[in-house]
Each structure stands twice: as C-alpha cells, then as structure tokens.
C-alpha cells in the first residue's frame, strides 16, 4: 500500500483558492480529470454555460505546480485554458472577432485584480457548412480561446472568477445585474 500523498502547500492553496470562487448562476463548474505528464501536480475544471436550459459555450481551465519552477512559465504556478462556444455567423465571420476575444481574457484579469505574467495564448474563429447526413443550419460559426498564464500568488479565487466572467463574455452573456433586450420586439412595441 503506498503511503498517502502530501501536497506541496502552494498547489494546495492555489486548488483551495479555485474550488472556493462561486461563479455567476449560469455556469456549471466540476472537477474533472487533469493531465498527468504536463507538471508533477495538477488540477483541473470544466465549465458549462447554460442559458435557457441550452448550453452555449463550454471551457477547461487546468492548473499545473511545478515545484522545481518552469523557465517558460516565470514560476511554479500555471493555469491553462480552452474555452468555445457557437456563434452567430455574423459574429464568427468579423475580422475583430480573435481581437475581442483575447480582450475578454486580459480585461477579466484586470477587472478581478488577478496578478500574472507570461500570457499568451491563441483565438480561433471557424465557420463550418453542414451536407448530407450533417445536414443542418446553412452555416455555423465558433471561437475557440486557449491560453496560458502564470498567476502571481497562490490565491487564485480572482483568477477563476476571471475565467468565468471569459466563459460569460464567450457565451453571450450580459454582465451581471444587466438585463438582455429580446431579440425581436413583438408587432407594435413602442
């Protein structure tokens, strides 16, 4: 029988950290399988975005410790992401659509006050067009956002809450207390 495995206090506190953070109603969080041949620990989440019983947009968010440190990282601490959702193919077509993107992630973090470094990552628009036995709507457009940062500190309340408010952006979603306008007004609605 192998002895019981401790954890290195900083991964403990950065999982403590993620599995505290409560996000917006409209997102489902759970713990899945992480990883196991990028770093020696490793944690991670999926996350869901319903709206009207409907899923809109899906994303992992992965931690990884490195006890040791890791050059391209800037430290022992790094989250990784991929987040995507189904878009209008007005939307998915823009030539904005990857810029914006990307400002849903850096403007999150800043919002949330989640200290990091070492950024980068990459968007992704497709348009797709279903035949045969696929058939479906004429068209369809996605976006597709991975990235990677090295979170400053081992609190990382701020940083999930920061991949939340990415998974809202990417959905669609308005901000919190914010009140969508349907998308069409009945016949005579002043």
Do not use: N
């Amino acid at each position: 029988m192998a002895p019981p495995t401790v954890l290195p206090e900083t991964f403990a506190r950065a999982v403590a950290g993620l599995r505290s953070a409560a996000p917006r109603e409209e997102i489902l969080l759970e713990e899945v399988g992480s990883p196991q041949r990028l770093a020696p620990y490793a944690f991670a989440l999926s996350g869901t975005v319903l709206r009207a019983g409907d899923e809109v947009a899906t994303g992992r968010l992965i931690l990884l410790h490195d006890p040791a440190g890791h050059e391209a990282w800037e430290g022992t601490l790094r989250l990784v992401t991929y987040v995507t959702a189904e878009m209008e193919v007005d939307l998915a077509a823009d030539p904005l659509l990857p810029t914006v993107g990307w400002t849903w992630l850096t403007d999150a973090l800043d919002a949330l006050a989640a200290p990091h470094r070492a950024l980068g990552g990459t968007v992704t628009q497709t348009m797709s067009t279903r035949f045969g036995d696929l058939a479906g709507p004429p068209a369809a457009g996605d976006i597709e956002i991975r990235a990677s940062w090295t979170p400053l500190g081992d609190d990382l309340e701020a940083h999930l809450l920061a991949w939340c408010t990415l998974l809202a952006s990417t959905a669609g979603l308005p901000p919190p207390g914010v009140t969508a306008l349907p998308a069409s007004r009945p016949a005579g609605a002043a």
